[in-house]
């Protein structure tokens, strides 16, 4: 994933249901812990609806990097980067 340049990894299930989030702490530590004990579950999840300056303001309120874009059933659309908005 670094190498890639991401700096965080949604976790879902076959359905694209999240279930959890992993970001830099997570993806820095530990390479032999599993994920299901790395990552935040349950993470704050956005619709598509969302304006980018709501999402803009946010991020950057809460000064997180990203956050996960879903449907309504928690089936993953995509992940808004706050460098992106």
């Given at each position: 994933?670094?190498?890639?340049?991401?700096?965080?990894?949604?976790?879902?299930?076959?359905?694209?249901?999240?279930?959890?989030?992993?970001?830099?702490?997570?993806?820095?530590?530990?390479?032999?812990?599993?994920?299901?004990?790395?990552?935040?579950?349950?993470?704050?999840t956005?619709?598509?609806?969302?304006?980018?300056?709501?999402?803009?303001?946010?991020?950057?309120?809460?000064?997180?990097?990203?956050?996960?874009?879903t449907?309504?059933?928690?089936?993953?659309?995509?992940?808004l980067?706050?460098?992106?908005?």
């Amino acid at each position: 994933m670094r190498a890639a340049g991401w700096d965080a990894c949604v976790v879902i299930n076959d359905e694209r249901i999240v279930f959890g989030l992993l970001r830099d702490h997570e993806l820095d530590g530990d390479p032999a812990v599993r994920v299901e004990e790395a990552m935040r579950p349950a993470p704050s999840t956005f619709r598509p609806h969302v304006s980018l300056e709501e999402m803009a303001r946010f991020l950057s309120g809460h000064d997180i990097a990203n956050a996960p874009i879903t449907t309504s059933d928690g089936r993953l659309v995509g992940l808004l980067r706050r460098e992106d908005v």
